[in-house]
């Protein structure tokens, strides 16, 4: 069996970011997602729109999230929206450019796969139910990159809760939105080609009715919608859900189990994506 240096769980921004400075120091990577693709919320979830620290030097291409910008930048409709240090990436933009960002540093992908245990011997042994059946993998170091925070519950047993959902949505832009249909809209965005980007608060009663609830969200706009000849073009492959987990409270340097989260000082909001990734990308370059 394949004993990696580093096995990631979380294709998010900042898991990638990880990997390849990682790889770049040539180490063994292995990254693991449930989805068959890369991008985390921002991709699973529609959570495109993001805030940033720096202006147009966020694309000057020589940071790692530099290249990546600029390289979405340079995409046909890669950013819908900039304005102010905030933008609106396109979901299949992201995709496109952190697949080939993963491709060219020669990072091993692992899709469609949810982990379930994680035991530590001389090894980490992380074990997955994927669509062949159970998968293992061994690895010197785990780390969890992750939106929900998965493995470091897994491993750690630590309590978190879901401190707000939204479901996020992309409208035709056929026509205009009068302001009193926004009524119950977390946010929007009028994006350049003239769609609206929406987020939508998903009241939750049940965590095991998550997505229920989202569908009947959509379903109540949508149907607003219509009303004046309007309609979501595009909806997210899942809800997006803010976690909040309870702090690590002993450091254990041998213990080589990484939780992103434990890396900063403060939480990150939804639109902070970007902004976690440049924090965490000095981080992981000062090693």
């Known amino acids: 069996m394949t004993v990696y240096d580093y096995i990631i769980y979380g294709s998010t921004l900042s898991g990638i970011i990880y990997a390849i400075q990682k790889k770049r120091k040539g180490k063994l990577v292995m990254l693991v997602n449930p989805y068959g693709f890369l991008g985390g919320s921002i991709t699973e979830s529609l959570n495109i729109f993001q805030s940033a620290e720096g202006g147009q030097n966020l694309f000057d291409g020589y940071t790692t999230l530099g290249r990546i910008l600029l390289a979405i930048k340079n995409e046909k409709h890669g950013i819908l929206f900039y304005q102010n240090n905030e933008m609106i990436l396109n979901p299949e933009s992201v995709k496109y450019i952190l697949q080939k960002e993963v491709e060219e540093f020669k990072i091993e992908l692992l899709f ?3 982990p379930y245990r ?3 011997n001389e090894l980490f042994t992380l074990s997955l139910l994927g669509r062949e059946g159970e998968i293992k993998l061994q690895s010197k170091s785990i780390v969890d990159a992750s939106d929900n925070f998965l493995l470091t519950r897994i491993y750690e047993k630590r309590k978190s809760i879901i401190k707000g959902a939204r479901l996020n949505v992309v409208t035709t832009g ?11 809209v977390l946010n929007r965005k009028r994006l350049n080609d003239r769609r609206y980007w929406i987020s939508l608060d998903v009241e939750i009663h049940d965590n095991l009715f998550i997505e229920s609830y989202s569908q ?3 379903d109540e706009f949508s149907h607003r919608l219509r009303e004046i000849g309007e309609r979501v073009q595009i909806v997210p492959a899942q809800t997006f859900l803010q976690y ?3 702090k690590k409270i002993t450091s254990d340097e041998e213990d080589n189990f990484i939780s992103i989260v434990d890396l900063f000082k403060n939480d990150f909001s939804e639109s902070e994506e970007l902004i976690k990734a440049q924090g965490l990308e000095k981080i992981v370059s000062n090693e």
């Open 118 to 120: 994680v035991e530590r």
């Open 174 to 184: 056929k026509n205009e939105i009068p302001d009193e249909l926004f009524e119950p």
């Open 244 to 246: 909040s987990i309870e």
């Open 216 to 218: 009947k969200k959509l």
């Open 112 to 114: 469609h796969v949810q």
